[in-house]
């Protein structure tokens, strides 16, 4: 965790909520206001936050604002293929430098995802109400840091397995749906020098970025991508001449 | 997969059928006779299958047996602390060696599954006639071959997370049940030179046993476990001079 | 492994091969002549191999080539940027869907793998003659079935970490240089239905792809990333109503 | 990492040190001398540090003391069967329970370690004054801050593949030795809710402990493993009738 506050930029499509008075009426500030919200009410002084949506020039994602960015969180559903592919590569290079990624529910199909995983993160789903339960695997993981077991979440669209996903370096939660269907929920990947976290539940269709125990994980997802060091470190290839590690180790006894 | 027929030895404790009428009434050969028919049913000549129950002289399970058997299949529940230490570590050292293990229901809690694993394996249950759904995270997985997904188990008793075990290697199934919890349900661990198979559905109180995917999942996962090679290779000790494998080398091109 | 001849692609750049005379005498059938020929020795009857390149009509690789290979293998280095991006997602879809894929040396670097991985799958290297050591850490791997532990390849390029991949969901391979560095040299990744391994011995500049031991361990992989189903089937998303099993399980006892 | 300083213990079969000058002279203090003497020299008011020894009373590891450990460190060598089955059941379970596990060099054969692992943690050796390269696979990760890559030994034991340990949960360290073989020296394992690292590096016949890149990763490694709660939480069977989360449900919005 990094010493100075943790420089968040919560991402957002931000278009069901310009169409659709439903969703405008569940998150008057946007989903990325919500979600803003959340991380704040959770983390306070711990992190500064800052929203970006697509509708800005390059998303809001430029090479400045990414420089200063810690943890980005995505969320995107309608308008995946509108984010421009230099804006994703862009993201890319950051996330594989050490920048924190969180990628929240729909976005695991969004293109920066589907870009650092390799696979179609393709899935089941349904919009039926059903009741998603979260179960947590690893209770001392500092992602879960603090929810119950199972999170409960009264009304959600449902997603269920198969996901088709690169097996998670850690599978912190999986969740049931009242209607039967699995999911793992809680991903942990790391690619790179970054870390990124999956979390699954949240819907333009319900007001699950107001439920207290998912606007904790998120926050929590926050701090723990989070780098140690703010500098960017992308991995490159190096040329290394015979012996060229000698050198150092006359320094050291 | 072995070219000769693979030879299975069907573990059971035979304890549950021999004190409780119902049992008897569903499991008429014993939890092992069903075991051992739907292998058969599944994998007819593939298949050389032998059963072994806990009251034979050293559980069935003498050096001379296991050194015959390429895969293991356990099932044990009440009476885990009557197998002794010594067979215990028989089974541990030959799965370690290459014999492949096929851990079942109840099993979890066995000496052999505890001492191959490290940990407590403890978990949440519940025995109140929930249904299990028994889903596939990996559908090209050997284990999975051939099984509807979900696999529908009518009635079942409820196991839940958080199921103290390591990561497993693989995580092929997850389970639902009608009550809300879910279970990591088909667990692959590498151990040594032995590959063991963990799966939950299957009790002495519900006819599992005779659940046709059910009985191919146990009939996949005793081909998929056997050893390519028969002998067994238990890892051990080497000291090594300086420059033992140049000889070697020089008979390479 | 499926039951007819698997029917192999060896896919080659082939450009060091036509701009120098040392690489033609040391590979006079091309690199993919080199491999392909190791993968007929030891495999014989259980393949059928072609082989594509470079300059041909899409690289070789049209949709009617792809959808009659199940395992492609991929050599290249001095043009990974000629790959057409169409082909490379092509290719892709059919790993996603089942197709085997092994990576070789260089091929590290190829758009394909990039693309599948996430990450730059960057790496240290030298090309000073090092001897190569390639040990293998799971000694009852298919892919490592039949080679000496270690391999001793005399005069390899040097290949170093950090070596920045997603964890491999088994490291079957790591290789020591003369020089001291170290290598993950045999990596397994699942993606979507496809098994995906790369392996690191192999270069233009030396005879690698004569060596009996990476002949064979090229061969193993072929017949071990092979989809027991020829049919390619890509993850998709699926919209399930509510009780949308209920009615295969009815068809269940 | 828990708010107050972490508490340390580190022990030492202290057996080398009685019987042989060399080893006296080497480690005046003990091994345990050494180790603890590094971490105190990297982590200063962060830790408390103290040691405990095969010859005390119950090894010096009663309950009361493990109840007061957040991180132990072991080393032992030539008198692991001299530890008793109760002190190892005992370590184990405040393992399980979230204390950190730091286990050095020869340790790989202890009670404790083979315990925790279920294999026979078996590997190849050599005393030849080798030179080691300890490689960083993970240059972001906590255990791997602010040493070199590689770290460099002038003289070691050699400790080779086949190292027979379940696939660690991460891999931070491969090392390779001038007389060519290479050895995951640096493993992280999950067990229960405890953090074990095994760092292999360190031995009685040469002044490892001395090295200061070597105290730092251990240091570094105490850090890491230490629980964020003091408390011990183990595992455990729980029976939960059906709907008992519905209470706590309630309680959320």
Chains 1, 2, 3, 4 share one sequence.
């Not at 500030?29 to 983390?43: L, N, S, T, V, Y």
């Not at 589907?114 to 039926?128: E, I, Q, V």
């Not at 198969?162 to 749906?177: N, T, Y």
Request: some cysteine.
């Amino acid at each position: 965790m990094p010493s100075h506050p943790i420089r968040v930029t919560v991402w957002n499509e931000n278009v069901h909520e310009q169409r659709e008075e439903a969703v405008r009426a569940r998150y008057p500030d946007g989903i990325h206001g919500a979600i803003a919200q959340g991380i704040k009410e959770f983390r306070g002084d711990q992190v500064q936050v800052r929203t970006a949506t697509l509708d800005e020039p390059e998303h809001g994602l430029t090479e400045e604002v990414l420089a200063k960015t810690d943890v980005l969180t995505w969320w995107g559903h309608a308008a995946h293929e509108r984010v421009s592919d230099e804006v994703v590569s862009r993201v890319q290079q950051h996330v594989l430098g050490g920048m924190g990624l969180v990628v929240l529910h729909s976005g695991h199909f969004s293109k920066i995802f589907r870009t650092l995983l390799g696979t179609t993160c393709s899935l089941r789903w349904r919009g039926a109400d059903d009741r998603e339960l979260v179960w947590t695997l690893k209770p001392r993981h500092p992602v879960a840091e603090g929810v119950p077991n199972p999170i409960v979440i009264p009304e959600q669209e449902m997603y269920g397995e198969v996901f088709d996903i690169p097996d998670p370096d850690e599978l912190v939660f999986v969740s049931s749906f009242s209607g039967g269907e699995v999911f793992r929920s809680g991903c942990v990947f790391h690619r790179g020098n970054g870390r990124i976290f999956y979390f699954s539940p949240g819907d333009q269709g319900y007001p699950v970025y107001h439920h207290p125990d998912v606007r904790r994980v998120i926050a929590n997802a926050v701090v723990w991508t989070a780098p140690a060091q703010a500098a960017r470190d992308v991995p490159a290839l190096r040329q290394s001449p015979l012996g060229w590690f000698e050198e150092s180790a006359k320094e050291s006894p």
